[in-house]
């Protein structure tokens, strides 16, 4: 069975703080996919990075950094000084890949609303 | 390039009734799924279509339903409304199948039942 777990529902921080949204996941599959995707509130999810379940690099872009370890099945996304525009509801999404099937959904956890205040 | 559009953005449906939603997806892409977001149950998986078969679905009702076209655009629909149905309609589409794509949404259908 697959599950993404947000334990934090709302964060609200200040702006130019930095603010880090956790995310743990349970899957049996050892291959997989993990998703960060962003919600404004005109609905529309907006993609935000892929990691496959064999790069445990940590990944850095502009403001946004990810840390995925696999040992504690988790993939925290940090965003650094934080704008009031980075304010959207946040969320963590499971993929499992199997060569053989055409398996492709994504399991969502319950997401994070993230405010930030100017 | 043109991002997933889905038709219409707005509903409103009595109980009963039954509504169609549309989507197209960005050019090139050929599988298109469907989730259902809903403030209880949050962001669930309806279907994946790819090559005009579904290859997946979710745990949903047979009053769910949905369908491909040969140039990939993909309809769904929802027979006998229940006031439950309401929620935000979101399309996805990518490339292939399989879980080592992104997916790309669309702005999504605002599916209100009366």
């Known amino acids: 069975a697959q599950k993404v777990t947000q334990a934090q529902t709302e964060i609200s921080v200040v702006e130019k703080e930095d603010v880090t949204l956790d995310c743990v996941y349970e899957?049996?599959?050892?291959?997989?996919?993990l998703f960060w995707y962003k919600q404004p509130p005109s609905g529309e999810l907006v993609f935000l990075i892929r990691r496959n379940s064999f790069d445990e690099q940590n990944e850095i872009s502009g403001r946004y950094s990810w840390n995925f370890q696999k040992s504690t099945s988790s993939f925290n996304f940090t965003i650094t000084a934080s704008q009031v525009v980075d304010s959207a509801v946040y969320f963590c999404a499971l993929s499992p890949f199997d060569r053989g099937s055409t398996l492709g959904r994504l399991y969502f956890g319950r997401g994070t609303q993230l405010t930030v205040w100017p | 390039k043109a991002g997933v559009t889905q038709t219409p953005r707005y509903l409103i449906k009595t109980r009963g009734q039954q509504v169609t939603l549309s989507c197209s997806p960005i050019s090139g892409h050929r599988s298109v799924s469907w989730y259902q977001q809903t403030p209880g149950q949050g962001l669930q998986f309806l279907f994946e279509y790819f090559s005009e078969t579904q290859r997946n679905k979710g745990n949903f009702p047979g009053r769910f339903s949905g369908r491909q076209f040969s140039n990939s655009r993909s309809e769904m629909n929802v027979s006998t409304l229940e006031l439950g149905d309401s929620a935000l309609y979101l399309c996805?589409?990518?490339?292939?199948?399989?879980?080592?794509?992104?997916?790309?949404f669309g702005p999504g259908t605002r599916l209100t039942v009366t």
């Open positions: 996805a589409s990518k490339r292939a199948v399989g879980g080592d794509d992104e997916q790309y």
């Open positions: 899957t049996r599959d050892t291959t997989y996919y």
